[in-house]
């Protein structure tokens, strides 16, 4: 046994025996040197958790105002460990925050983000599962959470987040997708397709097809119960809210549309329901468009790929129209402007994208990609010196990891608008920039050395 493991099983034993007579300090002692000597051993975190929630008498709220100040602090060093990427010291840092309040939702994302990039998987899924019991509104901790649970193959769980995510964003359109892929994924985990050899192996797992038959008559009595509940309470608008969530599930789009319509109706005209059928409307184009590539790429016919582009413009159309109602509605909703911003710059509609954009950046959470693509707005404007002021905010920020698509084009684009501003020399630096991770990329490389010649 290493020395390490030596010292944490006695320092485990010491904690053991501080809990079993309520010496939480003690035990917090204890168990804290566990984690520090044994950082993937997740009971040893539990552990931890659980006597530091029991010394502030499950309050939820940890030492409270005293400890205000020196929990900033302490989040501030945490986000700059996360910045240089020094995963270790971030974790250890948010462990000393958690002694101040276990519950604090953001420390526990950094320790589940440090914890991810440092392979320790059971501690990210613990510590997402404890920042969800605080932040039961924060829609972001939560997909984070259910993505961990899906690519560690916990489809139901992830499912049961994604229910969780549904209460939180009710207009989300892509909640059903995914709980729809997440089903999919379960099914063939437990009917092992993966590992079946032939079409016989599959045949024989009779389990799985029994059980994918129960769960189909389960939703068929579902929607069943649910159109009984209507017509013996036609003027209870939740009763349609319900069948439509059920037949969204079930991929019904078109269904789904048509009880939305009248639940509309017995709502009188509610602002709520409206906006669900918007998004069962948008959701059924979707649907229609998906269908139609389907077609065109087994089809060698003109038409069919002319039909797509036609509905593919419909559905922009429609949802810019109802992007821009919300809009008006939620002026807060920051995300919103972004997302009517990026569908009106496919119409070329700079100006009216540009205030968008503004407003969206003021969001810490949006700021990064806002400013990208307020510089491709002024770029495309003719503005290149405005153009030039946002990507250059913006590539900082930028993470080739997380999203290389945007860091490319950003430091590209920036360095097109340094070139045309005549800053050479800034102009080759992101040239370089762009090389050093796609060389390939468009035409950089020609650009770069061009400018180097020169």
């Not at 009779?206 to 509940?229: C, I, M, P, W, Y």
């Not at 509905?311 to 949802?319: G, I, P």
């Not at 370089?432 to 770069?448: I, W």
């Amino acid at each position: 046994m290493a020395g390490e493991d030596l010292k944490a099983a006695k320092c485990f034993r010491h904690g053991n025996k501080a809990m079993e007579s309520n010496n939480w300090d003690m035990s917090i002692q204890m168990f804290s040197q566990c984690v520090k000597l044994k950082p993937d051993n997740l009971t040893y975190r539990q552990l931890l958790r659980k006597c530091t929630m029991k010394k502030y008498d499950d309050n939820k709220k940890g030492a409270g105002g005293l400890a205000k100040t020196k929990l900033m602090s302490i989040r501030g060093k945490v986000k700059k460990a996360k910045k240089k990427e020094e995963w270790e010291t971030a974790s250890v840092l948010a462990e000393e925050g958690l002694l101040l309040n276990p519950w604090d939702a953001q420390l526990n994302v950094d320790i589940a983000e440090a914890s991810i990039a440092l392979d320790r998987g059971e501690i990210a899924r613990h510590a997402y599962s404890v920042a969800i019991i605080t932040a039961t509104k924060d829609k972001d901790v939560h997909v984070a959470f259910a993505d961990l649970l899906e690519e560690r193959e916990e489809y139901k769980e992830a499912e049961k987040v994604w229910e969780r995510i549904a209460v939180i964003d009710p207009k989300d359109i892509e909640v059903s997708r995914k709980m729809s892929g997440l089903a999919a994924k379960q099914a063939t985990k437990k009917g092992n397709f993966e590992d079946a050899e032939s079409a016989k192996d599959v045949a024989h797992n009779k389990g799985f097809a029994s059980e994918a038959q129960s769960v189909s008559a389960k939703s068929d009595n579902a929607e069943t119960a649910l159109r009984h509940a209507i017509r013996k309470e036609p003027d209870k608008v939740e009763h349609y809210l319900k069948l439509a969530t059920q037949l969204k599930t079930n991929k019904k789009f078109e269904e789904c549309y048509e009880i939305l319509k009248t639940a509309l109706e017995v709502s009188s005209d509610d602002t709520s329901v409206r906006e669900q059928l918007e998004d069962a409307e948008l959701l059924l184009m979707k649907h229609n468009v998906d269908s139609a590539k389907e077609k065109a790429n087994e089809s060698e016919d003109p038409e069919d790929r002319k039909q797509v582009a036609e509905l593919s413009k419909e559905l922009r159309n429609r949802k810019i129209e109802v992007f821009t109602t919300r809009e008006e509605r939620h002026g807060q909703n920051l995300g919103l402007k972004l997302e009517l911003a990026t569908l009106v710059m496919q119409q070329q509609e700079w100006s009216r994208a540009i205030p968008l954009l503004q407003k969206a950046s003021q969001d810490p959470r949006l700021k990064t990609k806002a400013l990208v693509l307020l510089g491709k707005c002024f770029m495309y404007d003719n503005k290149a010196a405005l153009a030039k002021g946002q990507f250059t905010r913006a590539v900082p920020d930028l993470d080739f990891d997380t999203d290389p698509s945007t860091y490319t084009e950003a430091h590209y684009l920036l360095a097109r608008v340094c070139e045309e501003t005549g800053d050479t020399e800034k102009a080759i630096h992101h040239y370089g920039e762009v090389l050093v991770v796609d060389y390939n990329y468009k035409d950089a490389l020609q650009r770069s050395e061009k400018l180097q010649a020169g």
